[in-house]
């Protein structure tokens, strides 16, 4: 069959492509050659694709297990099979099967029979938190969805509605939440912290995009009988339900400094044991299921707590909060909000896992006005301030 120049030049410039500087543009590219990927494979590529998609995140925590990345990263020089096996201690043909099968998804490259040395995603693969991630990910994210198929047999395809009723507790054959289960294993719950801490690292502030001060403006100009009570110190200004260790707390005092009034982060004592330090920031032990012991705060906020839990336990929540709210007090609910269509896989991966894990999952805006109107709040603005990842900030008030 004769061969097309056109695609063969194409080829070549692929081949040879630098790395975008411009992160939209380097977006854009990865999902255009993803496209493409899907559109050129055949049958009997699709089926070994999805097929064998398991054995990414299983051989990638083999290697990080043995120290591999590490290993290569290690050698200026491309190093052997017989001299990386006595560097990992792992039986050489084991070793050779692990570095092939690497090699073939890019994690490293062969560069001579039996020689392997670093690709450009090893270093990435090497790091601490990505190590921790692979063993979070083997350990508790996949049992879960591995035991999807079974589950939702189990219950006729009903969407779970108990989070301690989900693939979570079928995979992992015990009846607890899956946190319940993951602080009983402290080094999982380490390697979970350190994964997440990662991805925090990566993400942008909600205050970039959200102009706090001037959104108080517009709501006390909507209660001009209440302009005085607006600005008193006293009155609590933020507080941040389920807030960690007051990341957010701190990233809004260093954006506003001069907004007035106190500033409260809420947890769990563990999670409010690593709180920060800082100036005028408040930690308060608090469950979000039970009642909201601060009253009248100009702002309640909850940043990714909702996508834990599944509908009815949120209406929980957030009725809670409600009680506690003032008549010009807003809700702002940050998180992932899906689009009505054509969702990144990215924000799909995410929302099946929760839906895996607690019976939760990621919300299209739709689907968080219906749970605000249910308890009595009205959505009136969004700020999305993480295009890429759907991360959003929705504004509630009371109806």
Same mark, same amino acid.
């Given at each position: 069959?004769?061969? =097309?120049?056109?695609?063969?030049?194409?080829?070549?410039?692929?081949?040879? !492509?630098p790395k975008p500087q411009n992160p939209g543009q380097r977006r854009r590219l990865w999902e255009a050659a993803r496209a493409l990927q899907t559109r050129i494979e055949d049958e009997n590529t699709t089926q070994h694709r999805i097929l064998g998609s398991p054995l990414l995140l299983i051989v990638s925590r083999l290697a990080s297990d043995l120290g591999i990345f590490n290993a290569l990263i290690d050698n200026v020089t491309p190093s052997s099979v017989p001299d990386l096996a006595v560097r990992c201690k792992v039986d050489e043909r084991l070793l050779a099967r692990i570095l092939r099968y690497l090699s073939s998804q890019h994690l490293v490259t062969e560069s001579s029979p039996?020689?392997?040395?670093?690709?450009?995603?090893?270093?990435?693969?090497?790091?601490?938190?990505?190590?921790?991630?692979? #063993?979070?990910?083997?350990?508790?994210?996949?049992?879960?969805?591995?035991?999807?198929?079974?589950? !939702?047999?189990?219950?006729?395809?009903?969407?779970?509605?108990?989070?301690? &009723?989900?693939?979570?507790?079928?995979?992992?054959?015990?009846? =607890?939440?899956?946190?319940?289960?993951?602080?009983?294993?402290?080094?999982?719950?380490? +390697?979970?912290?350190?994964?997440?801490?990662?991805?925090?690292? *990566?993400?942008?502030?909600? *205050?970039?995009?959200?102009?706090?001060?001037?959104?108080?403006? +517009?709501?006390?100009? /909507? !209660?001009?009988? #209440?302009?005085?009570?607006?600005?008193?110190?006293?009155?609590?200004?933020?507080? =941040?339900?389920?807030?960690?260790?007051?990341?957010?707390?701190?990233?809004?005092?260093?954006?506003?400094?001069?907004?007035?009034?106190?500033?409260? &982060?809420?947890?769990?004592?563990?999670?409010?044991?690593?709180?920060?330090?800082?100036?005028?920031?408040?930690?308060?032990?608090? +469950?979000?299921?039970?009642?909201?012991?601060?009253?009248?705060?100009?702002?309640?906020?909850? #940043?990714?707590?909702?996508?834990? *839990?599944?509908?009815?336990?949120?209406?929980?929540?957030?009725?809670?909060?409600?009680?506690?709210?003032?008549?010009?007090?807003?809700?702002?609910?940050?998180?992932?909000?899906?689009?009505?269509?054509?969702?990144?896989?990215?924000?799909?991966? /995410? +929302?099946?896992?929760?839906?895996?894990?607690?019976?939760?999952?990621?919300?299209? #805006?739709?689907?968080?006005?219906?749970?605000?109107?249910?308890?009595?709040?009205?959505?009136?603005?969004?700020?999305?301030?993480?295009?890429?990842?759907?991360?959003?900030?929705?504004?509630?008030?009371?109806?």
């Amino acid at each position: 069959m004769n061969t =097309d120049p056109a695609v063969d030049e194409f080829i070549a410039r692929i081949e040879n !492509f630098p790395k975008p500087q411009n992160p939209g543009q380097r977006r854009r590219l990865w999902e255009a050659a993803r496209a493409l990927q899907t559109r050129i494979e055949d049958e009997n590529t699709t089926q070994h694709r999805i097929l064998g998609s398991p054995l990414l995140l299983i051989v990638s925590r083999l290697a990080s297990d043995l120290g591999i990345f590490n290993a290569l990263i290690d050698n200026v020089t491309p190093s052997s099979v017989p001299d990386l096996a006595v560097r990992c201690k792992v039986d050489e043909r084991l070793l050779a099967r692990i570095l092939r099968y690497l090699s073939s998804q890019h994690l490293v490259t062969e560069s001579s029979p039996s020689h392997f040395t670093t690709s450009v995603l090893t270093r990435t693969l090497a790091k601490p938190a990505y190590a921790a991630g692979l #063993r979070f990910a083997h350990e508790c994210i996949l049992p879960a969805t591995s035991a999807a198929p079974a589950f !939702f047999e189990s219950t006729h395809y009903a969407h779970p509605t108990s989070p301690t &009723n989900t693939p979570f507790q079928l995979g992992q054959g015990v009846s =607890d939440h899956m946190f319940t289960w993951l602080k009983q294993r402290p080094a999982l719950e380490a +390697d979970f912290n350190a994964m997440m801490a990662e991805t925090h690292r *990566w993400q942008r502030s909600v *205050w970039e995009q959200l102009p706090l001060p001037a959104v108080l403006a +517009d709501r006390a100009a /909507a !209660f001009p009988d #209440r302009t005085t009570v607006e600005t008193t110190p006293s009155r609590p200004l933020f507080v =941040d339900i389920g807030g960690g260790t007051g990341r957010t707390c701190k990233e809004l005092k260093e954006a506003f400094p001069h907004l007035p009034g106190r500033i409260i &982060n809420q947890d769990r004592a563990p999670a409010l044991a690593a709180g920060l330090t800082v100036d005028g920031l408040e930690h308060m032990e608090h +469950d979000f299921f039970t009642p909201q012991p601060i009253t009248g705060a100009r702002v309640y906020y909850l #940043r990714r707590v909702l996508h834990n *839990w599944p509908r009815a336990k949120c209406v929980e929540i957030l009725t809670h909060c409600v009680a506690a709210m003032a008549a010009d007090s807003l809700l702002m609910i940050d998180e992932i909000v899906l689009p009505e269509r054509g969702a990144h896989w990215h924000l799909a991966y /995410a +929302d099946f896992t929760m839906m895996a894990l607690f019976g939760g999952g990621c919300r299209s #805006r739709a689907e968080f006005e219906g749970i605000c109107k249910e308890v009595g709040l009205r959505v009136v603005r969004e700020f999305v301030y993480m295009v890429e990842s759907g991360e959003t900030a929705l504004v509630a008030e009371k109806v």
